[in-house]
């Protein structure tokens, strides 16, 4: 919606779309072609379940009926119980209006009145890793796991409380495979392994991600800069995968900080009804040692007007974040105290004076669902069917369409005497946007204005799987700013 309006576009409009003709590929010009009438024919009956054919684009008349379909005549026949006929069914019956109609999820097709013609993507041509002004179309998404069904609300039997870590593998193909050499500590292997996934597809998000962490691992930042870099080349326009490209250059340290930041301005600039470009942009600018510029962005943060119900509990997180960093700015710079005051007065806010941990996470991806769960160290589960711990620590909301942020906050977590704490990260809906990835974000306070960032991004591919993020003590050891 935000784009529709953006560039000015009627979303009722009609616009004219490519096809496939008798002369090659063709512009069909939708405003005046008469959509012909779709309709769902029986074939001969044979043994065990019903069959019926679909030809999507055979134009009828008004006193005309359907005729039966024999076995040799070339139609697309499924099983009347099959899924595919309603899915077809409705993406053809649902005003694909131009006479070009999908159906079956996860392919790339189109029909011509008439026919049915199949499109072939290629293959996504090689670009080099290093920094181009180029850059090439992005590759099709894979195609989306089985979806969950929902009524807008949770599965009943998921709110009992008593979820248990979930069993399902979170990876699969080569990035299991690199991630599987990374945790059995053979690096060398893994790089082997993303290297060539790069060479032979080197527009893949995953295989560039992959090479990042291989080369992190091997302790080559420099070349993970270069890796988490080029998803930025590759996709300039897109604020998802610029603040994807951030996420990791920033947990680089000074060697992707930079550059994280820059991609979150221009991420901000792309997308600024996005809550978390504005969250992400403060706290590397913070890192940074940008006090009053950090302050600032996620002013603008506040400030900005989001959809309705598009964010649950965007606002609580949104004004503790100005909170604390005015806490680390008056620690930096005390006489300003009463200007830093006022600002945060000006938008609702309080100065944090107390210590904390949170927990942020955010994910890359709209229409879907990514939950963020926390376990204490005497076994008590977090998560949104259960918002609280007994030893103190709140969820504040639950976003189930798309991007986060979600936040759990513990105050004063050396009186709780709770740590340490155990994070990850479950893909509960991942519905048509494939695999999710994000960060987790934590954040902990001294109370007096001393603040640590650390990030931990993620992948997950799977439905029900759970990505675990490792365990947060209650303040103590942590990295210090700017690392």
Request: charged share 25%; hydrophobic share 35%.
């Amino acid at each position: 919606q935000y784009d529709y309006a953006r560039f000015g576009l009627d979303r009722k409009s009609l616009a004219d779309i490519l096809t496939v003709g008798p002369g090659g590929l063709e512009v069909m010009a939708r405003k005046t072609f008469d959509q012909p009438q779709l309709t769902r024919q029986a074939v001969s009956p044979k043994p065990g379940p019903t069959y019926y054919s679909f030809d999507a684009f055979e134009e009828i008349g008004a006193n005309e009926t359907a005729q039966p379909v024999g076995e040799e005549e070339d139609r697309i026949t499924v099983a009347a119980e099959s899924p595919l006929l309603d899915e077809r069914a409705a993406g053809v019956q649902g005003g694909v209006e131009g006479g070009v109609a999908g159906g079956v999820s996860g392919g790339v097709a189109g029909g011509v009145v008439g026919g049915i013609a199949s499109v072939q993507v290629p293959e996504p041509s090689e670009v080099p890793l290093a920094r181009s002004a180029g850059a090439p179309a992005p590759p099709p998404p894979p195609p989306p796991a089985p979806r969950i069904p929902s009524s807008g609300g949770r599965v009943a039997s998921r709110n009992d409380g008593q979820e248990k870590e979930a069993e399902t593998p979170a990876y699969s193909g080569r990035f299991a495979e690199v991630k599987e050499n990374l945790a059995a500590g053979r690096v060398s292997k893994a790089r082997a392994v993303a290297e060539a996934w790069n060479s032979e597809a080197p527009g893949d998000v995953l295989a560039l991600i992959a090479l990042g962490e291989a080369w992190e691992a091997g302790g080559d930042p420099a070349g993970a800069a270069r890796a988490y870099g080029s998803i930025i080349d590759l996709f300039p326009t897109r604020a998802d995968l610029r603040r994807l490209a951030g996420e990791r250059l920033e947990r680089l340290g000074q060697t992707g900080l930079p550059l994280a930041i820059d991609t979150y301005q221009k991420a901000v600039a792309e997308r600024p009804d996005h809550p978390s470009g504005h969250r992400l942009l403060a706290w590397a600018l913070l890192r940074a040692g940008r006090f009053a510029d950090a302050f600032g962005a996620l002013e603008t943060g506040i400030d900005q007007q989001y959809p309705d119900g598009r964010f649950a509990g965007v606002d609580q997180v949104l004004r503790e974040d100005l909170g604390l960093l005015a806490a680390a700015w008056l620690r930096a710079e005390p006489r300003r105290r009463e200007e830093v005051l006022d600002r945060l007065r000006s938008h609702e806010a309080q100065l944090e004076d107390q210590p904390s941990v949170r927990f942020v996470l955010t994910w890359e991806t709209d229409a879907n669902d990514v939950d963020l769960h926390v376990w204490d160290r005497n076994g008590d589960h977090a998560f949104f069917a259960k918002p609280t711990l007994p030893s103190g620590g709140e969820l504040y909301a639950d976003v189930t369409t798309g991007y986060g942020p979600e936040c759990f906050t513990v105050r004063n977590p050396a009186r709780r005497d709770a740590a340490p704490y155990r994070l990850g990260v479950h893909y509960y809906n991942r519905g048509p946007m494939g695999y999710g990835m994000g960060t987790v974000q934590v954040v902990r306070h001294d109370g007096k204005g001393t603040l640590t960032v650390e990030p931990r991004p993620f992948v997950v591919m799977t439905d029900a799987a759970m990505v675990k993020l490792g365990t947060v003590d209650g303040g103590k050891g942590t990295p210090k700013l700017g690392r």
